[in-house]
């Protein structure tokens, strides 16, 4: 079962810190996966020059809407190449004797020639900007459900606010280009190669002058529409830095004002403003000066065109109405090139930043699912096995955080885990929710390979609280819902009575349905580690993993906790991280931890007359108390 992340607003910060994760450094780029990374940049380079034709299936699958609009443009378009002939006609015979009668007929033409040209603009319009919407809409949805998908160790290096500016800025810009700049080309494609056309019906010999200007207009607009398309994405890039430095800063307000750290988070935040201001204005320089430079070749060539059908015209060579349409289809080819030199650079633009988000949809999820993947045994048993599992973190791959550790445990025994801090304790819940797969050796669930299962039902086996609660931005019957997102109120009610976080909820305005604030800051830390252990009581797992679940409780609260986690350990597997050993006194067996390694293990009493490092912190923490 997948909890409904959405019902809570799930932040990708919150993602992180359920899976107890270290701290994130470096972007998508530092990946830990480097082979991987260099694998998404290769393809990325291949595809340089066309990025956006990966939206392709997106726009496919709204291909009757994308027909509606491609045929209102047609008609806008043919309707505007009409003008300049209705133009021609009146000025060669609207001012003859039955001048009147034509200039008559000819406006009534053009009055509902401009009626259909209106109508078909505003259904262009409306059909072209809803496609780009949901287009838009579909892909931010595509990259979230990608991001989720993706295993830990891909969390432990990306930096999660340069992944939301993905998510956010990048879609917006790749909205305006599917959306209005899309529109804008195609609509001035058409008019640019109508009116080349009727130019050369209306005067092959001024027409040359004009097709002779063309190779001056499309070599820069390539050119620099590269160049474009490279300060563009790296305005994208520094803006995400930006954004990726604000998500950390308010998300540690407290303890910046705590340091009195105000002024240093300002000079690096506006540093990084700075940086992307500077991106974004040599973003903006190149677009003007390809604008300014295609806009003078056009208008260059019109004026040419006007000296020499003067000429014409004087001559006799061709009619003053013939000379004005020509001219009018030359203005609409000049003023379709040059808003085209503008398009492009949004388009460039709307480029690298498609680049970026199908960047993250091409990383594949290190831990996923096998093409046929086992079936754990129903009914549920819980037994849990390591057997010579050796594991090293992606960003420390020269530690192993468990070094040839093998474990049986039987369906519902409680066993603790204790030992130093960085013994590899918390690594092993790591593994057994498979986050992470072990560098060797193997893990089985109720006898299968976790490896051969799907993840997801290996997970919806276990419930965790984690050593960092986790709390997320909305109401507390929400919270403590996410545990099982069709747990029915009574239900929700009742975990968190076991969890005795039924007392303070009540004392919140609106009781549950009071909103926590983000990361829970309207609570104290015993307050949310409650709604943690109310959470795990509402999922009911066969599997229980305590990860120092008591560690943030005052001594009245950790025995009431304490209580409930007795009636929740009955009748399931239960392994217990804790530093604190009082917590751990009533397991059937207890593993003392250090450098990756179970170097002891047995009942407290047993541990204790034995001596050794379990021994030695029993001594420590209960003699001082």
């Given at each position: ?9 799930l ?5 992180a810190a ?8 470096g972007?998508?780029?530092a ?5 991987q990374?260099?694998e998404v940049?290769?393809?990325a ?5 066309r ?7 997106y ?6 809407r ?9 008609v806008?378009?043919m309707?505007t ?5 209705a ?14 009668e ?19 603009s ?20 595509d ?28 879609t ?54 590269r160049w ?41 935040f506006?540093a ?7 991106a ?7 677009r ?12 260059a060539?019109?004026?040419a ?27 609409f ?9 503008e ?7 709307a480029?690298g ?36 599992v ?15 550790l ?35 050796g193997?893990?089985l ?8 299962a799907?993840?997801?039902a ?9 050593q960092?609660s ?14 099982r997102?069709?747990?029915?109120d ?10 005795h ?42 599997l ?21 986690l ?11 991280i804790?530093?604190r ?23 407290h ?9 379990y021994?030695?912190l029993?001594?420590?923490q209960?003699?001082?108390?």
């Amino acid at each position: 079962m997948e909890p409904k992340a959405s019902a809570i607003g799930l932040s990708l910060d919150a993602i992180a810190a359920t899976e107890n994760v270290g701290p994130r450094t470096g972007t998508l780029r530092a990946d830990a996966d480097v082979s991987q990374v260099e694998e998404v940049e290769a393809v990325a380079k291949r595809s340089r020059l066309r990025p956006l034709l990966a939206l392709a299936p997106y726009v496919d699958h709204y291909r009757g809407r994308a027909l509606m609009a491609l045929i209102a443009l047609i008609v806008a378009a043919m309707t505007t190449l009409m003008v300049p002939l209705a133009v021609r006609r009146l000025i060669d015979f609207g001012f003859s004797g039955e001048g009147i009668e034509l200039i008559n007929s000819y406006f009534s033409v053009m009055l509902a020639v401009v009626g259909v040209l209106a109508v078909a603009s505003a259904a262009r319009y409306y059909l072209v900007m809803t496609i780009g919407e949901r287009i838009v809409a579909d892909l931010r949805r595509d990259v979230f459900k990608h991001l989720t998908a993706l295993s830990p160790s891909f969390f432990d290096s990306a930096r999660s606010g340069e992944l939301i500016s993905r998510l956010t800025a990048d879609t917006t810009q790749i909205k305006s280009a599917v959306g209005a700049s899309v529109s804008i080309a195609l609509r001035n494609m058409l008019l640019f190669a109508g009116a080349i056309t009727m130019m050369v019906i209306s005067s092959p010999r001024l027409s040359g002058i004009v097709l002779a200007a063309i190779p001056l207009i499309v070599i820069p607009l390539v050119a620099f529409g590269r160049w474009v398309r490279r300060l563009s994405r790296n305005a994208q890039d520094t803006l995400a830095n930006a954004s990726a430095f604000a998500s950390e800063l308010v998300g540690a307000m407290r303890t910046v004002q705590a340091y009195t750290n105000e002024r240093l988070a300002n000079a690096r935040f506006g540093a990084e403003v700075e940086q992307s201001y500077e991106a974004a204005r040599s973003s903006t320089q190149a677009r003007a000066i390809l604008t300014a430079i295609i806009i003078f070749i056009v208008f260059a060539s019109v004026v040419a065109i006007l000296w020499v059908g003067s000429h014409d015209v004087a001559s006799g060579t061709i009619t003053p109405g013939r000379l004005g349409q020509f001219i009018l289809y030359a203005a609409f080819a000049a003023s379709s090139l040059g808003q085209l030199s503008e398009v492009w650079g949004e388009v460039s633009a709307a480029s690298g930043a498609a680049e970026r988000l199908f960047e993250i949809l091409r990383v594949k999820p290190a831990i996923a699912a096998p093409a046929k993947p086992r079936a754990l045994p129903v009914p549920v048993r819980g037994d849990v096995t390591f057997d010579n599992v050796s594991f090293a973190y992606p960003t420390r791959p020269d530690y192993l955080a468990v070094n040839g550790l093998s474990l049986s445990i039987k369906a519902g025994e409680k066993v603790a885990i204790v030992g130093p801090s960085g013994a590899g304790k918390s690594t092993l819940f790591h593994l057994l929710l498979r986050f992470y797969d072990p560098a060797a050796g193997t893990i089985l669930l109720d006898g299968v390979p976790i490896a051969s299962a799907d993840p997801q039902a290996v997970r919806e086996r276990i419930a965790l609280v984690p050593q960092d609660s986790v709390v997320f931005a909305a109401t507390a019957r929400d919270n403590i819902r996410f545990g099982r997102d069709d747990a029915s109120d009574a239900d929700v009610e009742r975990a968190a009575q076991q969890a005795h976080a039924t007392e303070f909820i009540d004392r919140l305005p609106g009781g549950f349905e009071a909103p926590l604030g983000e990361r829970g800051v309207t609570l104290s830390g015993g307050q949310r580690q409650r709604i943690a252990i109310a959470r795990a009581i509402l999922r009911d797992a066969p599997l229980l993993l305590l990860d120092e679940a008591t560690s943030s409780l005052d001594a009245e609260s950790e025995t009431l906790v304490q209580t409930a986690l007795q009636g929740l350990m009955r009748d399931r597997t239960t392994l217990v991280i804790a530093h604190r050993l009082a917590t751990v006194l009533s397991c059937d067996r207890i593993l003392v931890m250090e450098n990756g390694r179970i170097i002891d293990q047995g009942t407290h009493a047993q541990l204790v007359a034995r001596g050794g490092l379990y021994a030695r912190l029993a001594k420590l923490q209960f003699e001082a108390a």
